[in-house]
């Protein structure tokens, strides 16, 4: 497939489903006119030219211009044939991908489940995700959760209207058994950042282990004792629970002092209190912050402004997971520890696309290596 690629967009409101559709202008055999014919000059229509324009352009039937753009012009004289793709180019046509993949029985629509769009792990997964899918002439249909448990089945039925072929989840609530109905149905599923108990289905991830390990040496490294987890509720997310336990057996090892705190949209003034109480607790010693994802961080920035009015890298040591546009921008600059996200998301449509085009394999267990951005937040203490 080959062609201009463009992108549509709509959406039905902030928590709902989001439709993106990569657009591609599939390859039209052409013939040359034969010697000493000519076609009329061509005016092209007002908006986008139609299956009837052409046939009316072409003085032939919409059976015949269909059988063309289905490769079946060996069934046409060369000159009908002709006449056909020269009124297609005249006209600009663009026949309707989604028409045409219907009529032959597939969509080729891929959906994606994402826990929250306002969380750029999302976005960066959607961005790697969109790109697999158009190189391999498939759609995309987003629906966001907006991390509002028990919408699985809501997202399933949405999805299935589309009539999407598989699914990429980045799930919320590991109870509901939605997506087993989904697998019943013989839809492949591939999961994204949390897995699923249960679930026969590939899995791609960040390796959590590794990646905590290395923010953690790296704050160690430059000297920090002491060592506070901001992350969201970890109780039923995988990853996060991942990086838990990670940070909570590294540090038991090696005989540190660490906390963890729960961050919400609803406790700010108990993150702020929590920070302030973890320095005091420190007694000197230089202590600094592991943030779990870059929503806890930008959390922890709005403590560290108001009400505490401390400074990364001065008051408290700092890493944070997710790299984003603005970490080299707040303070001195944030460390982080950059996840392959738009790596995670091709990954994810690839294997998805594998199962669609018949793959019998057993369920794959992919984990990718994080890697560390150090900025001045993670500076060796004063």
């Given at each position: ?105 597939r969509t080729r629509l891929i959906g994606l489940v994402v826990a929250d769009i306002a969380n750029p792990f ?35 039925r949405a999805l299935a209207s589309y009539q999407v072929e598989g699914l990429i989840l980045n799930r919320v ?116 912050v592991l943030s779990g994802n870059a929503v806890a961080t930008l959390r922890v920035a709005a403590a560290l ?78």
């Open positions: 497939m080959c062609g201009a690629r463009g992108r549509i967009v709509v959406g039905c409101g902030y928590h709902r489903c989001h439709f993106i559709v990569s657009i591609a202008t599939p390859f039209m055999p052409t013939s040359p006119l034969p010697s000493g014919s000519a076609a009329p000059p061509a005016r092209k229509a007002p908006g986008r030219a139609t299956i009837d324009d052409v046939a009316r352009h072409a003085g032939v039937s919409k059976a015949t211009v269909s059988r063309f753009l289905n490769r079946r012009d060996e069934l046409l004289t060369r000159d009908i044939a002709a006449r056909v793709a020269q009124a297609i180019e005249a006209l600009d046509y663009k026949p309707s991908a989604m028409a045409r993949s219907l009529k032959h029985g999302s976005i960066a997964v959607l961005r790697g995700a969109e790109q697999a899918c158009q190189e391999a002439g498939y759609l995309m249909v987003l629906f966001n959760l907006g991390n509002e448990v028990g919408r699985e089945r809501e997202a399933l609530d590991p109870v509901r058994q939605a997506w087993h109905e989904a697998t019943l149905q013989g839809k492949p599923v591939v999961l994204v950042d949390r897995r699923h108990e249960g679930l026969d289905a590939d899995f791609v991830s960040v390796d959590n282990r590794q990646a905590v390990e290395l923010g953690l040496a790296h704050l160690l490294a430059a000297g920090y004792e002491d060592f506070l987890l901001v992350t969201e509720p970890y109780g039923q997310v995988s990853s996060r629970t991942e990086r838990v336990q990670a940070f909570v057996g590294e540090l038991s090892a090696r005989g540190r002092r660490h906390a963890i705190f729960e961050t919400t949209p609803d406790n700010a003034d108990a993150l702020a209190a929590a920070l302030r109480a973890f320095r005091q607790a420190a007694g000197g010693r230089p202590a600094a402004t108001a009400p505490l009015q401390w400074q990364f890298g001065r008051e408290l040591g700092f890493v944070g997971f997710d790299e984003t546009e603005w970490a080299p921008l707040v303070g001195a600059g944030l460390t982080t520890i950059a996840q392959p996200t738009q790596a995670l998301g091709g990954l994810a449509a690839r294997c998805l696309i594998e199962r669609l085009d018949g793959l019998q394999a057993p369920a794959r267990h992919i984990e990718l290596p994080g890697w560390l951005i150090a900025r001045g937040s993670s500076r060796p203490p004063a």
